[in-house]
Nanobody, 126 residues
């Protein structure tokens, strides 16, 4: 059984940085694509960033390009999202997800992902 557990969320001021982590267990993720999504109150879940684990191929939403960086640690089986220059509009619950079917480029639709974490809240104050 695949398990994804996010951590690292919190309350920060605009301009600050945060690093989210997603600890993955249950299998080796070398054959997976992994993604970060977010969902703000009253809005649909949206793609933030994705990575194909085995080849380190990445993709970002336009809204976070240049500010967020997705990465993975093979030895720790952990996915990261480094967020910099945070804005109030980045406020949301952030979810880690795993896609067992690798596509190029990385999938951006939530329905394409098979496994999800429980989410971690990120709140950015102005």
């Amino acid at each position: 059984q695949v398990q994804l557990v996010e951590s690292g969320g919190g309350l920060v001021q605009a301009g600050a940085s945060l690093r989210l982590s997603c600890a993955a267990s249950g299998r080796t993720f070398s054959g997976y694509a992994m993604g970060w999504f977010r969902q703000a109150p009253g809005k649909e879940r949206e793609f933030v960033a994705g990575i194909i684990w085995s080849v380190n191929n990445t993709r970002y939403a336009d809204s976070v390009k240049g500010r967020f960086t997705i990465s993975r640690d093979n030895a720790r089986n952990t996915l990261y999202l480094q967020m910099s220059s945070l804005k109030p509009e980045d406020t949301a619950v952030y979810y880690c997800a795993a896609d067992a079917r690798i596509t190029f480029p990385v999938a951006t639709m939530a329905y394409e992902y098979d496994y999800w974490g429980q989410g971690t809240q990120v709140t950015v104050s102005s």
